[in-house]
């Protein structure tokens, strides 16, 4: 059963297709209002945007039964509200994050001066400098300074609202140069990571599901006015079923251009959204203003198995019963299905210092590398050591020396 023309946007149908993305349907839900009745813990509204005083937010929390009515709002805000909040004043002490960003910066000369340039999914090399996994590197490089820096009481409070407990942090720093241009607009993991062609071999519970897997944030590590290019967003956009199809579509495109909406950032402020909510940096017009922010990427501790498995070892020892099956004639879908059932056949996590998204959203996956091993009928040797070398690119390195 395939979605018609009508359902595309609701999702009342089981598969949702890239031609049945209709603008009409999407600006029915884009084109909202935010009120103060339906944020009532928010200091303003800005563009359709609630902002919080975190000062106000800790005193709300703090109190008999606060703490759930705020989170129950932060709840409501992500998922059908306007999809992003922006949390003025997040760090009490604004010297842990000026700490934390000399330590990001430290990072990124030391990549320039190794020579590593790393772009992102959605911006050019050279547009920015990214450093992969600053989560364990600032741990490792300055301990003290990321217990400081991750002591903070705003991060749990949206991610526990978003995700609940268990939740899985990781960070990557993001640093927009003078001159650099926009990204292009998007949504983003899980199902942002695919081309449109995979996205649809999802059902759409599929795809509402993504979003609420993830919880994105950004940390501001120094002032950004408009000129500096803070994202942009377009509240509500998140409430689309079918936006993972739609984002790509000129039309949508266009339609962000002309609505989204933009943020001026200082130094300490927070913003959280849905990963399903278009959006996309700005072109950063200032002539000496390095905008430098940590994208958080929270997980659902949902998001892995009951089992450990070691996949890398079972691929091997199947391979030449695949071989066998091949030239034997087995249909290629049989032996699909096997190496769904062996193998790795998602592309994260990896280690993007060694698998940067450059040219791609996402590196090949274990699944991949076994059935390009089949088809081009390599001995189990050769195999082995690349299936190896494809775990090793996955670990993290020793990623920098302690304070």
Not at 104 to 130: I, M, T, W
Not at 259 to 278: C, E, K, N, Y
Not at 288 to 312: C, H, P, W, Y
Request: charge should be negative.
């Amino acid at each position: 059963m395939t979605t018609d023309v009508s359902t595309a946007g609701t999702g009342s149908a089981v598969w949702l297709r890239e031609e049945d993305c209709r603008l009409d349907d999407f600006r029915a839900l884009v084109e909202q209002t935010t009120t103060t009745r339906d944020v009532p813990y928010a200091d303003s509204i800005v563009d359709n945007v609630p902002v919080y005083d975190c000062a106000a937010l800790r005193r709300h929390a703090a109190a008999s039964d606060g703490r759930r009515a705020v989170q129950a709002e932060l709840a409501h805000v992500l998922l059908d509200g306007p999809g992003l909040a922006v949390f003025r004043g997040g760090f009490e002490d604004q010297s842990v994050v000026d700490d934390a960003t000399e330590v990001f910066f430290g990072l990124v000369d030391d990549q320039r001066r190794e020579g590593r340039a790393s772009g992102d999914h959605y911006a050019k090399p050279g547009a920015n400098d990214r450093v992969w996994n600053a989560l364990e590197k600032l741990a490792l490089r300055a301990p003290s300074a990321f217990a400081r820096y991750y002591a903070n009481d705003i991060i749990p409070l949206v991610a526990t609202a978003w995700l609940g407990p268990a939740y899985q942090v990781t960070s990557q720093i993001n640093v927009v140069n003078p001159g650099g241009a926009a990204q292009s607009p998007h949504r983003d993991y899980h199902l942002g990571f695919v081309t449109n062609d995979v996205a649809e071999r999802y059902p759409v519970h599929a795809h509402r599901l993504s979003p609420v897997l993830t919880l994105q944030g950004a940390i501001a590590h120094c002032d950004m006015p408009v000129e500096t290019g803070p994202t942009m967003y377009l509240p509500y956009s998140q409430r689309y079923n079918a936006g993972f199809l739609a984002w790509r579509r000129p039309e949508f495109a266009a339609y962000f251009d002309s609505h989204r909406v933009q943020l001026p950032m200082g130094t300490g402020d927070i913003v959280f959204l849905s990963p399903a909510l278009f959006h996309a940096a700005g072109h950063n017009r200032s002539s000496d203003t390095k905008r430098i922010v940590n994208l958080l990427q929270i997980s659902s501790a949902f998001g892995r198995a009951m089992e450990s498995i070691d996949r890398e070892r079972m691929s091997t020892a199947l391979f030449p019963v695949l071989l066998e099956l091949r030239a034997t004639g087995v249909p290629d879908d049989a032996l699909g299905n096997v190496i769904a059932a062996s193998s790795e056949g998602y592309a994260f996590p990896t280690n993007l210092d060694h698998e940067p998204p450059i040219g791609g959203l996402a590196p090949p996956s274990q699944a991949d590398l076994v059935w390009h091993a089949v088809t081009e009928r390599w001995d189990v040797t050769r195999l082995a050591d690349e299936l190896a070398a494809h775990t090793r690119r996955r670990r993290t390195d020793d990623c920098s020396a302690a304070e």
